[in-house]
């Protein structure tokens, strides 16, 4: 008997004391998150447009910030935002009390009308700035497309009927700036998302058909014009049907 009523004082003690047991190491971590951890270096990387500095203040990072509970994600959106040339931000945590923030820019390479303005836009058809004429005019136009805003940092905002034709004007800027044609390319016409087409090099009008596959379609694109003659001058044709030709 004597051992059983140890045994109950035992676990009703053990009962008792396992909450206060959690509540304190709870505190000892929350004070020991608030107490070390401190943000005592900050490095920047990748900047060439906006200097350390400005990426620094968007940031909205300061030395004595706590590193732990620093919201990564939350900073990058903020210099997106205020930043719009920068096209990837990653924020990475070096324990115990450093910060770096790696960015890679934007190229500007297109422009799209809207509300009466050029607006700059990147390979992933990111809005950048809004532009003159001038630097317009040496810059891919893209037609066929509605924009329902402009905002920086951001993605072209279309409406859901133009969803998809947003995503093969992705695909098909990026396809072009990773093949290195910004150059060449004229004017993107999105009118028809079945048959999109582009001028090339003064030249040519190629149809892509649509905006799928778009980095073969440019190879094989490459691969036609490597077998016509310097004065050739024509349509070519890379539709989702039948084999890529040329059309004098």
Request: glycine share 6%; proline share 3%.
């Amino acid at each position: 008997m004597a051992e059983e009523k140890y045994k109950k004082r035992r676990r009703r003690g053990t009962v008792l004391y396992t909450p206060i047991a959690v509540l304190l190491i709870a505190i000892i971590t929350i004070f020991g998150i608030s107490v070390f951890f401190r943000i005592s270096s900050i490095e920047i990387t990748g900047e060439k447009k906006y200097t350390a500095e400005q990426i620094l203040t968007a940031s909205g990072i300061k030395k004595g910030d706590n590193l732990i509970i620093l919201d990564a994600k939350a900073v990058s959106e903020n210099i997106s935002l205020i930043l719009p040339y920068l096209s990837e931000i990653d924020i990475d945590k070096v324990v115990p009390d450093k910060i770096v923030i790696s960015v890679t820019e934007s190229e500007p390479i297109a422009v799209v009308s809207f509300s009466g303005s050029w607006w700059m836009v990147d390979q992933k058809a990111r809005v950048l700035e809004k532009t003159d004429d001038s630097n317009a005019a040496r810059k891919i136009k893209i037609t066929g497309m509605d924009p329902v805003n402009m905002v920086e940092g951001r993605q072209i905002i279309v409406d859901d009927s133009q969803q998809t034709k947003l995503q093969y004007l992705t695909d098909i800027l990026s396809a072009i700036y990773k093949a290195g044609l910004s150059n060449q390319v004229g004017t993107i016409d999105m009118s028809n998302i079945g048959n999109i087409s582009f001028t090339y090099s003064d030249r040519f009008t190629v149809e892509l058909g649509s905006g799928e596959n778009a980095d073969h379609k440019l190879e094989l694109m490459q691969q036609v014009i490597s077998q016509l003659t310097p004065d050739d001058k024509g349509k070519i044709s890379l539709s989702d049907e039948g084999e890529p030709h040329f059309i004098p």
